[in-house]
T-cell receptor, first 111, second 116 residues
Framework: EAQVTQNPRYLITVTGKKLTVTCSQN?????MSWYRQDPGLGLRQIYY???????DKGDVPEGYKVSRKEKRNFPLILESPSPNQTSLYFC??????????FGQGTRLTVV | AQTVTQSQPEMSVQEAETVTLSCTYD???????LFWYKQPPSRQMILVIR??????QNATENRFSVNFQKAAKSFSLKISDSQLGDAAMYFC?????????????FGKGTKLSVIP
């Protein structure tokens, strides 16, 4: 089954404790991206990747890092999480002009 | 930069009735894609319908159809014969047709309630 898998689905952490949210897709898609969703703001892009070892910033990249060492994986790294990074995070992938496929979302709470 | 505006934060519809969700966008480009995504309480983002700007014909998927007005930069979603399972957040999104365009620009969403 074609899918984008994020882990974990839920995470509560403390300020400053490094964390990684994983994202994996099994569709051989070139493009992958991370979004955060906040009430009243919709979804905003954090980072995207055009292919292996090629990444770039989206609209809200501050406080986040990404890497793309393999085509299928695109982890989101928070080196020092802060409460304003409490949000719902989505990973998405697509090939060319097709629509984006989204993961199930990760609900992150930073206390 | 492109912007997408959904002017209705919340809407409700009676079961079996028809409802229209509004979306307007701002762009200087002539070729682009427009999407409607549905987000039920499960949080999964589900593609409802897609429209290519170069196509004059409005897209249709079963009970879902769009009214695409390119000159007015309007892209509304009509849901016919509304069902309880249609209750969700609906997001309108824009993506450029331009090579190297990687970003989906989303509106802020419309929460749709379906009344039994």
């Amino acid at each position: 089954e074609a899918q984008v898998t994020q882990n974990p689905r839920y995470l509560i952490t403390v300020t400053g404790k490094k964390l990684t949210v994983t994202c994996s897709q099994n569709m051989n898609h070139e493009y992958m991206s991370w979004y955060r969703q906040d009430p009243g703001l919709g979804l905003r892009q954090i980072y995207y990747s055009m292919n292996v070892e090629v990444t770039d910033k989206g609209d809200v990249p501050e406080g986040y890092k990404v890497s793309r060492k393999e085509k299928r994986n695109f982890p989101l790294i928070l080196e020092s999480p802060s409460p304003n990074q409490t949000s719902l995070y989505f990973c998405a992938s697509r090939r060319g002009a097709t629509e984006a496929f989204f993961g199930q979302g990760t609900r992150l709470t930073v206390v | 930069a492109q912007t997408v505006t959904q002017s209705q934060p919340e809407m409700s519809v009676q079961e079996a009735e028809t409802v229209t969700l509004s979306c307007t966008y701002d762009t200087s480009e002539s070729d682009y894609y427009l999407f409607w995504y549905k987000q039920p309480p499960s949080r999964q983002m589900i593609l409802v319908i897609r429209q290519e700007a170069y196509k004059q014909q409005n897209a249709t998927e079963n009970r879902f159809s769009v009214n695409f007005q390119k000159a007015a930069k309007s892209f509304s979603l009509k849901i016919s014969d509304s069902q309880l399972g249609d209750a969700a957040m609906y997001f309108c999104a824009y993506r450029s047709f331009r090579a190297g365009s990687y970003q989906l620009t989303f509106g802020k969403g419309t929460k749709l309630s379906v009344i039994p």
